[in-house]
């Protein structure tokens, strides 16, 4: 890729990919945003700092993972929208937190390609 092309957008890229990494992506995707909702997480405790947060989390990572399951039964239309659309209606910081565990994901998701290919 050259370094002054501008990178796709999240859905451009996740439509470039066959199924089995949008799998990848959306399950690793799902995985982290597990980890991100610690972030809302009483230290040391049962409590929770922002339980309207871990809500939007829970929700946010139901829609990906019943996403996943969507393309493991065939159903190859869907678009990262459908999946992470929903951004622009939760609070910022959740949003934030999502968008770090994307990016990750996504991350991840090339370097295994790459991993594959070699």
């Known amino acids: 890729m050259n370094a002054n092309a501008p990178r796709p957008s999240l859905d451009e890229w996740y439509q470039s990919l066959d199924t089995a990494p949008r799998v990848m992506f959306l ?3 799902g995985h982290e945003l597990t980890i991100a909702a610690r972030e809302f997480y009483e230290p040391q405790t049962d409590r929770l700092t922002d339980a309207v947060a871990v809500r939007e989390l829970n929700e946010i990572q139901h829609r990906v993972l019943a996403h996943a399951a969507s393309l493991l039964a065939g159903d190859t239309d869907l678009t990262a929208e459908a999946a992470f659309g929903c951004l ?20 991840r998701t090339e370097q295994m390609a790459l ?4």
């Not at 991993?115 to 070699?118: A, D, F, G, T, W």
């Open 27 to 29: 399950v690793t995707a």
């Open 88 to 107: 622009e209606s939760v609070d910022a910081r959740v949003a934030g937190v999502v968008k770090t565990a994307v990016r990750f994901a996504a991350r």
């Open 115 to 118: 991993e594959r290919q070699s």
